[in-house]
Each structure stands twice: as C-alpha cells, then as structure tokens.
C-alpha cells in the first residue's frame, strides 16, 4: 500500500486537494483553480482565481458570488486534461448541476462523490453510476437509521399537513437552493391546490431553475403580499435561517415544519422547534451510500462530511472494503 | 376503528406544541373511534400504565439475532435516537417483507387485551418468534407505537390534564366532573370510557373515588398586600397527603398519587370506620410523637408506605396520625362549593362530636390540623422560620373564601417554604461510584419537566442512608433502560426531593439553570414522577429568591 502522501487525492488544510494538478475541490478558502461540486454555500468560497464546474453550477454560482468571477464549465462526461490528469464531471443527483467529479491518472481513477442522493427527482439529474478505484465519498446520514421514504409519499404528507388545516398558514423551511425547488416540483403534483409563496431567496432560485428548463410551479414572492389573511390555508417556502426570531411575527396563526433528512428523529424533531419535521433529504441515505460505495468497485474508501466510524466498521467487517483515512 | 388511528393520533400529537391543537386532536379522535379503543387511548396516553413486556435491551438484542445485525450498529444508532422503540423502528425499516400485513386492521383493543398479554403466556423462544411475526405483519407506520407498547416506553405530549379537557369539551361536563371520573383505578372497558362521556350526572357513581385534589402554589409577592385577616394559616406538614373517605360505611384511604392504600394503614380504616358519619376529609398522613405532639421525620413514614398489613409491633413502633385539613363531603353532601371558612366550621363541628365518643377514642390515631393566628405578615414570617422546631416544612396559606376546586389553581392557596431551595426530581441516570462505594450505583443524576419531557437539572451522590443506597442500587439493576459504559439510564419512576443552596442561569446546561451543592434530602416513596417539580418550578424559585 502506497503512504498518503503518494495518493493523488489528499486533504490538505481540511479541504480536498490534488497536488499534480495543483486544484481544489470545493475549497473552503480562496485558491487559484477551484472545481466545484456544486453551488452549495458550504462547497465554495468567494475569491478564487479561478472556478470549473458543470454549466448549471456555474449560473448558480454566479448568482451567489457575482457575474464577474472567472469560471470555465464542461458537459457532464466531457472530459478535460490538466497536467496529464483527465478530469470529468458526472451527476450526483444532488441538486440541479450537481456532480461526482472523476480524476484518471495513470490508468488510476478516483472518484469525489460531491453531495449525491439515489432517489429520484426531477428538478436535477439523475445519479450516474461511475466506476473507481479510488472513492471519496460524503456521509452525512451514514447510520442505518436513515432510511428514505419515497418523496411522493412525503409530498403527500405535507399536502395533507396543510390541507388538514385550512384556518393556518403553513410555513415550511427548507434550504433555498435545491431542496425548495425539488418540494415545490413535487407538491404540485399533490391534491394541494391552494396558493404557495416563497420567500424572495428562494424565489430567485426558482427562476434559475426555470430559466434552465425544470419544471417550477408559478409561486407568489411572499414579498409581494397584500393582506396577511390571503395566507390563509397557503404553504409558505421559507429558508431555516428565518425560523428564529422576529420575521415569524409577520404571520398569524401559523404552523411550521422543516424538511429535512435529519427530521426522522423524534429528538432532533423535539428539539428542532418545528412544529412538524418532514424526513426528505438530498443526500443518500445509509443504503444508498452502501450502494454507491458497492457499484462503483471502489477497492478503496474515504470518507468525509460527516460521522463516519459506523459505515466504515461496517464496510470493513461485513463487506471486507478497505477503507483509508486521510492524515488530519 | 383499527391500530391505525391511534398511530395517527400518535403522530399528531406528537407534532403539535399547542394545546388548543392536541384538545382538538383528541376530541375528533375520540368522536371517531369506538368506546373500547377510546378507553384504552386514555389508559395509555395518561400512563395509568406502563407496562414492560421487554426491556429496551432485549428488544436491541431479539432485532440483531433475528435479522443477523451487530449489536454494536444498534448501539451506536442509540446514541443518536435515544429509545431502543425508535431505533428499532428505525432499522426495521430496511426489513420490509414481502409478506401481507395482516395486522393491518387490528384494533387498539386487539392488540392491547389479547396479543400483547398473550406474549406473557409464551416461552421465550415463541415470544421472539411471535414479535418478529407481528413486525412482519404489522404496517410499518404502526411499528413505534407497537415496540413502545412493549418496552412500556409510551409516553407523549398529553397530560391528564389535556384528556380531561379534551373530554369534558367532547361532552359539554364541567372538566371537575370528568376530573373526578378519571380518578383512582382506570381499567380499560366499554364501561368505563362510557361512565367518563356520560352526560348524567350521577353521584353515586363516583362513591368509590376521591375527589380531584387541590394543590397549593409556591408563594407569590403579591399576598402581602392583602388583608392577613383574609387568610387561613395552617402548618406544612411532611407527609404524605391523602383523602380519607367514608361513604355508605365503608372507609377508603387514597394517596395524591391515587393509590389505595387502606392495607398500609389497617389501624386509621379500622378506627374511622366505626363512625356514624359518612364523609370525605382532605388531609396529611404521618408518623407522629404523641408524647411531643409533633411529627416525626419522613423517613419513618417511609417504613409504613409500601408496607402491606403491618404487624401489630410495627404499628406500635411507628404510630400513624392522619391530619385533617379540610372536610369535601358529609353524609352524602357535597360541600366543597362552600366557603373554606365554613367548611372549617364543619369540620370543628364534626371532629367535636366525633371525639366525644367514649366507646370510639379517635385522638390517638386522627385530629384536625391546628390552626394559626399570625398578627400581621411579619408575625407569619416568625411563624414560617419557627416551622423547624415542630418538624414542618413551613406554612400553607389559604384564602377563607376559597372553594375546593381541583389542580394547581392559581390564587386561593400556597405554600410558604422555610426551605425554598428544593425541588422534587425524578432519577433518570445512574453511575457506579468509586472507592467506598464502588460495585453499587451511588452516582444519580435527576431531571425535572419540561412539557412532557423530563430534562436533566442536578447530580447528585450524598443523602441517602446506606440502607437507602443498597434498596436503590438493586432498584436501579432491575430498572435500567440502557447502558453506557458506567452509566445507566433508568426508568422515570423515582421520586426525590432535592435540596441545594444556590439557583442560577446557565447556557452550558439543557435546563438552562445550574444549582450548587445538590443533595438528596428526600426519597418521596410517595410521589409519582407526575407530581415532580418542572423547570418552570425551578425558574419561579430562581425569580423569587433573586
């Protein structure tokens, strides 16, 4: 087995770095070449030299730092060449523009998972399976408890939630990019057919998507809002940030919830101050990450974003999968 | 009318934190579905009882045996979750079979009366074998209410409180009335729910049971302004508060926490039943020093409580006295609609007669509560400093106008500390201790409410006497939830009144507070995790000391 130092991956500075081609991944200071996974607020920072992403990351990107950053996008599966090291984007069915990022040197392929989800959803790319040898991977929900349902089925709990209710105002929190897009796609082909507001960041995402051919129900800028007894029986779209504090007051009679993965814990439901947790996630859950790490023939594993002890015990005992780490 | 509701309600109860919205919730709950599985909705939901079919542990261990899982994935997934039920529910999951639920219909009433109290009938081996048959046929939304059901683990977001409210809107009945009702011995039949929702009214129904106590509230600042001529001055007695009930000559001897107890204290039935009256008294049980005429410690009324039929030796070593406060009812009438100062008068008046009989001598076993006269606030004061010298705990106040109603009603009476600094908690960890103590858990960590859940406020490790220690720590064996290491989580049931001498804020603890020098100056046998201090208690103490 070859010391770290030789992989062609490696974290520097808790980032992931490739010294031959002198290029980040994701980094999460300013650097010279920067690939991005995706246009996540934890996968990029502003002030590098230089960014390469897919082209949908590209648009939300500049959205987010600006239009005058120097970006350069590929198609997903086009490959490119820097000092020698073919590199290709590949979707991860994160969000929209979301990719796995494939590295080959050598006859040596590596794979960076980015944030990746198996379950379907229309508003981005389905997950293309990609062969490896070498798999970094994330792990958010890399416990056994973390288990899907189907997004229908969700999308049709949270229909009921509202329609159950007609003299509340439902507030729903979700991330403003990616996951409010995916929810909205998804209620609309739900029995609720009463009116949907989103909050202007989420909105202006809303537009991107659309403007790149997803199918996004018309929503009402909650900006926009006239009286606050329209709300009534209506679902608003807010980002969590806006959960705590004063902006609530700005509604009467309101019930809220969160959706997210980590709401399929009764205690962190208790705890999150929700009224209502909704357990739809955009990462893959614990049999999707086995999965991936599975189909991809990886022979050998790294993992990062999250809590990787059991996954990696497990994939060791029961599946006999080399599983590395990183020098910290 | 299937298990299926009642999941449903689970789950909307458990995703509500408005009380309007859960009395809501309940109500419809109860107008659709069948008396039999109403009746046991509230036996459940009010945790009348929380039967343990198998322990958090074991349930871990049947999962990774039967589906070839390591036991130590299930642990670390514990750590997340925080109840073997969810985990359980959890990784069962990824278990889906292919096989026809079955159970999709079975009802509430099913599942409780007959397949969980067959699992009891069964060996070992065909319990497994019949849990890992109904996982399989039951649908999967169902499963947390059934793995809570069998590690006697349901507990959500309702209080009797929310049942008799729910209830008493469902049928437009006074909540008193349905309060009244839900007293005493709940068993889940037709019958009973149906008694709960009638809407006649009928006296003589209730006869068996006592009547809702009313509780006294800490002390407010705002009763020094009023008149002390307003208020009736009492001393707090340290025992343990009871109904003693006479009605069609038989006599019944209740607890706040409404347990029977009439065979802890054959002597109290046997003298009062001899009485010609029938009555309902509201009033303290103690062991108490005839010779000083004061009470003796606690600690000595704990050798009668859980003591069935004492000896005759065992009533003479520890004599019972039972004080009352407060007369509810008299030969059938109900007067706790009059004024407190007239009830008084009817109590002096009955106590009087009463004694005067030769043939029944009651002193020795039964007196009414003395009375006193402060001159003016600051009098009170010396009386509340000088309640240590006759082994009370300070004074209870109670507005002569006052009607009996039940709870924690604001405004009427309260209760007046010399020792503010305690708060009743509830054990729910425990950790062995080192040197002397090693081999027995001498670690205890306690919690208070908050809602319905009980977070951690103190630990504490001196107190109790090493007889205490020895009960405990064989309590705490039989009673563990799960395992950490040395630590041990433990089922909610044990009560504890904890003294310390500093209240304050504080952002690194859950509770939000921190208190220096917890001790545990009480085992309180007779309380029930229900009657334990919540963090709103403590906050309240925090403002009035500060």
Not at chain 1, 98 to 125: M, N, Y
Not at chain 2, 199 to 219: D, G, M, Q, Y
Not at chain 2, 453 to 465: R, V
Request: proline share 3%.
């Amino acid at each position: 087995m070859r010391t770290e130092q030789e992989y062609l991956i490696n974290y520097k500075d808790g980032n992931l770095y490739c010294e031959l081609a002198d290029i980040w991944i994701d980094p999460s200071k300013p650097v010279k070449k920067a690939l991005i996974t995706h246009a996540h607020f934890d996968h990029f920072t502003f002030g590098c030299e230089e960014y390469i992403s897919t082209k949908e990351t590209a648009i939300l990107l500049k959205e987010r730092v600006g239009d005058n950053i120097k970006i350069k996008t590929f198609e997903y599966g086009e490959e490119f060449k820097i000092n020698g090291i073919n590199i290709s984007f590949h979707p991860s069915g994160h969000i929209l523009g979301s990719s796995q990022i494939r590295f080959v040197f050598a006859e040596e392929k590596w794979l960076i998972s980015g944030d990746f989800k198996l379950q379907k959803d229309q508003t981005c790319k389905e997950y293309e399976l990609v062969k490896t040898d070498y798999l970094i991977s994330e792990c958010t929900f890399g416990l056994p408890i973390f288990k899907w349902d189907n997004s229908k089925k969700i999308a049709n709990d949270i229909s009921k939630w509202i329609t159950n209710t007609p003299e509340k105002t439902s507030l729903l929190f979700c991330y403003s990019l990616g996951k409010a897009q995916r929810l909205l796609n998804e209620i609309s082909q739900t029995n609720f057919k009463g009116n949907i507001y989103s909050h202007g960041s989420i909105y202006k995402m809303n537009n991107i998507y659309r403007g790149l051919g997803i199918d996004i129900k018309d929503t009402i800028k909650i900006e926009n809002k006239k009286k606050i007894d329209e709300l009534k029986g209506s679902l608003i779209l807010l980002p969590p940030s806006l959960s705590k504090g004063s902006y609530l007051k700005n509604f009467k009679n309101i019930q809220t919830a969160f959706a997210s993965g980590w709401m399929s814990i009764r205690a962190l439901r208790k705890r999150s101050g929700y009224d209502k947790g909704f357990a739809i996630s955009d990462h893959a859950d614990w049999d999707g990450i086995l999965e991936l790490v599975k189909k991809s023939e990886a022979k050998n594993v790294f993992f990062h974003h999250g809590d990787s002890e059991a996954l990696t015990k497990y994939l060791v005992e029961k599946e006999s999968i080399n599983v590395l780490f990183f020098g910290k | 009318m299937s298990l299926k509701k009642f999941s449903e309600l689970f789950v909307d109860l458990d995703s509500s934190n408005s009380t309007n919205n859960k009395i809501e919730v309940l109500k419809n709950y109860f107008l659709s579905n069948d008396p039999i599985d109403n009746s046991w909705a509230i036996y459940l939901l009010t945790g009348k009882s929380n039967k343990r079919f198998i322990s958090g542990r074991y349930l871990k261990n049947l999962f990774s045996q039967i589906y070839e899982y390591p036991l130590w994935l299930i642990d670390t997934c514990y750590l997340k979750v925080g109840d073997s039920a969810e985990v359980i529910t959890l990784l069962l999951k990824n278990k889906s079979t292919s096989r026809k639920k079955e159970l999709s219909n079975i009802s509430l009433n099913q599942l409780l009366s007959k397949t969980m109290p067959d699992l009891l009938k069964l060996n070992e081996e065909e319990k497994n074998l019949q849990i890992k048959n109904i996982w399989e046929r039951l649908p999967q939304d169902y499963h947390l209410i059934f793995n809570k059901i069998l590690t006697g683990t349901f507990r959500v977001g309702v209080s009797i409180g929310l049942i008799t409210k729910s209830i008493s809107k469902l049928i437009n009945i006074d909540e008193e009335i349905i309060s009244h009702r839900l007293m005493g011995n709940f068993k889940p039949s037709i019958d009973s729910y149906e008694f709960l929702i009638n809407k006649n009214i009928n006296r003589e129904e209730l006869n068996s049971k006592p009547f809702p106590f009313l509780l006294a509230n800490t002390i407010e600042d705002k009763i020094f302004k009023n008149s002390i001529n307003d208020f009736q001055f009492e001393w707090k007695y340290d025992g343990i508060r009871m109904q003693l009930i006479k009605r069609s000559g038989n006599v019944s001897l209740w607890t706040r926490g409404q347990e029977l107890v009439n065979e802890s204290f054959p002597e109290l039935v046997e003298k009062m039943s001899h009485l010609k009256d029938d009555f309902v008294l509201d009033g303290e049980l103690l062991v108490w020093n005839f010779k000083e005429q004061i009470a003796f410690d606690f600690s000595l009324l704990q050798k009668r409580i859980n003591r069935k039929s004492p000896t005759r030796s065992i009533q003479i070593k520890y004599p019972i006295i039972f004080i009352a406060y407060d007369l509810l009812e008299i030969n059938g009438r109900d007067i706790r609609e009059i004024k407190l100062e007239d009830r008084r008068i009817e109590l002096e008046k009955y106590f009087s007669k009463w004694q005067n009989k030769t043939e029944n001598n009651i002193s020795d076993i039964f007196k009414i509560c003395d009375l006193i006269f402060p001159k003016d606030w600051p009098d009170a004061l010396t009386y509340k400093e000088k309640s240590r010298e006759n082994n009370t705990e300070g004074l209870i106040i109670k507005k002569k106008t006052s009607v009996y109603s039940s709870g924690r009603k604001k405004g009427i009476w309260w209760k007046y500390k010399v020792d503010p600094m305690q708060l009743d908690a509830v054990l729910i960890y425990a950790k062995g201790g080192s040197g002397r103590r090693a081999g027995l858990y001498t670690d205890y960590s306690f919690a208070l409410w908050k809602d319905e859940e009980l977070i951690k406020f103190a630990s504490a490790y001196s107190g109790l006497t090493n007889i205490e220690i020895k009960e405990l720590d064989k309590w705490i064996r039989k009673n563990t939830i799960e395992k950490f290491g040395p630590v041990r989580s433990l089922k909610p049931e044990m009560v504890f009144e904890i003294s310390f001498e500093k209240i304050q804020i504080s952002k690194r603890h859950k509770s939000g507070i921190a208190v220096r020098f917890p001790r545990i100056t009480k085992w309180r046998k007779d309380k029930k995790i229900n009657d334990a201090d919540s963090l709103e208690n403590a906050y309240e103490l925090m403002k009035k000391i500060s």
